[in-house]
Nanobody, 131 residues
Framework: EVELVESGGGLVQAGGSLKLSCVVSRFPLGDTFDHYAIGWFRQAPGKGNEEVSSIITEDGSTYYADSVKGRFTISSDAAKNTVYLQMNGLKPEDTAVYYC????????????????????RGRGTQVTVAS
């Protein structure tokens, strides 16, 4: 199954920026980057998982949670099998462990985000926003 590895977390002041990367590898035979949707999730202490953003890698269609719209941008680079999350205007409430996850493989990735099933995830990277 696919493997996902995140990087780019750290400590930043409120209003600052970070860019997270998620490298996807170990595709099963016959599968490629384009057969997946990649999502970024976060989990803060004492809170549940939140899907922050996701992207259908084949066509670049994106989803954003209301809490990050206008501040975060998701993108992908098929040549590098990598999905990025550019986070601007960070707030203390964005503090969490961020991890990426893969939904698929699909012949056709479901467009509604709620219909995607995420089966693999990375270990996560800590993002801390100081006030």
């Amino acid at each position: 199954e696919v493997e996902l590895v995140e990087s780019g977390g750290g400590l930043v002041q409120a209003g600052g920026s970070l860019k997270l990367s998620c490298v996807v590898s170990r595709f099963p035979l016959g599968d490629t980057f384009d057969h997946y949707a990649i999502g970024w999730f976060r989990q803060a202490p004492g809170k549940g998982n939140e899907e922050v953003s996701s992207i259908i890698t084949e066509d670049g269609s994106t989803y954003y949670a209301d809490s990050v719209k206008g501040r975060f941008t998701i993108s992908s680079d098929a040549a590098k099998n990598t999905v990025y999350l550019q986070m601007n205007g960070l707030k203390p409430e964005d503090t969490a462990v961020y991890y990426c996850a893969a939904a698929g493989p699909y012949r056709v990735v479901p467009r509604p985000p709620e219909e995607r099933v995420y089966r693999r995830r990375g270990r996560g990277t800590q993002v801390t926003v100081a006030s």
